[in-house]
């Protein structure tokens, strides 16, 4: 999957789908979000798993990597890395929107942690 173009409600659906969190509704015009089970004590419900926000963003990282703003002389990028070995990593180009490019860093990270590209 291409993340370059992804849209930030897109990123933001991947994200909570990866965590586990299933869309199961809308109360009041509010999206219903749910994981876990009632049976096993682990059941969690909430509005939004990843909020639009730039702790939304920072959020979407895996644990265990870090990220920084990448500059040359021609461009601007977002790149996150694993800290453990094996050492992978993942650049997004910057858009100008940091909360954007940030989950589409989240996104392109947890894929390149599953193997991905």
């Known amino acids: 999957m291409d993340v370059t173009n992804m849209p930030l409600d897109d990123a933001r659906y991947w994200?909570?789908?990866d965590d586990g969190w299933t869309l199961c509704g809308e109360?009041?015009?509010m999206q219903v979000w749910e994981r876990g089970s009632a049976a096993e004590n682990n059941y969690e419900q909430c509005?939004?798993?990843y909020p639009a926000t730039l702790d939304g963003a920072a959020a979407a990282l895996p644990k265990g990597w870090e990220w920084m703003r990448w500059y040359t002389q021609d461009d601007r990028d977002w790149v996150g890395w694993r800290l453990a070995a094996p050492?992978?990593?993942a650049?997004?180009?910057c858009?100008?929107?940091e909360t954007?490019?940030?989950f589409r860093l989240g996104v392109k990270c947890?894929?390149?942690a599953k193997g991905g590209k």
């Open 15 to 17: 994200l909570a789908v």
């Open 27 to 29: 109360v009041d015009e």
């Open 47 to 49: 509005t939004d798993p």
């Open 87 to 89: 050492m992978v990593g």
């Open 91 to 93: 650049v997004i180009q």
């Open 95 to 97: 858009t100008g929107n």
């Open 100 to 102: 954007l490019d940030r």
């Open 110 to 112: 947890r894929m390149v």
